[in-house]
């Protein structure tokens, strides 16, 4: 899926809503005197927006404090829904946490970016910031420059002057010619590495799930702390176990086992 070119003549006032719901994303339990003081907007418009999203049942307020309705989730599950892969994937990433213990992310490609759709826990699970519904740069993740080194060239260059090479960590590549000469590796041996890039102290493998074309539409990663995936553990052994999962997943795609 590629990137919709944005409007020339949005609309403002829904503009303001989403900028509202967007920090309440983040910043759970503000108040209107708190929104006031981060949004460029004035009072009385951030507290028409509140007014109309909570009688939408899109917030709801506590004690003065504003949060964002349970009923947001059933919009994030309908959009997951559409993901073709997804339920097939999803055994199969129940599986490999199980046989490797480790953490394992399924991730869609939407647009420029990569969503973690599904998280299957092992019996040694590193916890992280990351979250299922998180968005991120496809750069930094092992699944996401899989996903990256797949694309046709014109699509990932659009996708990498459109959002640059954010840094998010010191071990996260910035420099367009290294990312490039990566995604070429990647290419040939089917799978990357997140050595540190998106968290510190994380590893990570990561394979990208493609349609019949050959396009990639997602991923599978196997990620844990650094000190334990490591070695031929991180090098040979989780890379095979990932390939023979992400080739099931391929089979059930193209023989129907998708839908």
């Not at 983040?26 to 005197?33: M, V, W």
């Not at 490797?100 to 299957?120: F, P, Q, R």
């Not at 002057?161 to 910035?174: K, S």
């Not at 994380?202 to 997602?218: C, M, S």
Request: with cysteine.
């Amino acid at each position: 899926m590629t990137e919709r070119p944005r409007s020339n003549r949005p609309v403002t006032t829904t503009e303001s809503s989403i900028q509202i719901l967007r920090l309440l994303k983040d910043r759970p339990g503000c108040t209107l005197d708190e929104l006031t003081d981060e949004l460029d907007l004035a009072r009385s418009t951030i507290h028409r927006h509140l007014l109309t999203l909570e009688d939408n049942d899109l917030l709801f307020r506590e004690d003065g404090a504003f949060y964002l309705s349970l009923w947001l989730l059933d919009f994030g599950i309908s959009a997951r829904d559409r993901v073709s892969f997804f339920d097939v994937a999803r055994r199969q990433v129940d599986r490999l946490a199980e046989e490797t213990g480790e953490k394992v992310w399924l991730v869609a490609k939407e647009g420029d970016y990569s969503v973690h759709l599904y998280k299957a826990e092992g019996a040694s699970p590193l916890a992280t910031s990351a979250r299922v519904g998180q968005r991120r740069h496809l750069h930094q993740l092992a699944a996401g420059k899989a996903m990256l080194a797949y694309l046709p060239d014109e699509e990932r260059d659009g996708i990498l002057d459109r959002r640059g090479l954010v840094e998010a960590t010191d071990e996260t590549i910035t420099d367009r010619e290294t990312l490039l000469e990566e995604l070429s590796s990647i290419r040939d041996r089917g799978y990357a590495f997140n050595l540190g890039e998106s968290i510190e102290g994380l590893n990570a493998v990561g394979a990208p799930i493609r349609d019949e074309t050959g396009a990639p539409v997602g991923g599978i990663s196997i990620s844990g702390p650094a000190n334990r995936i490591k070695g031929s553990l991180l090098r040979d052994e989780l890379p095979d176990k990932l390939l023979a999962t992400i080739d099931e997943i391929h089979i059930n795609i193209k023989y129907g086992g998708a839908n």
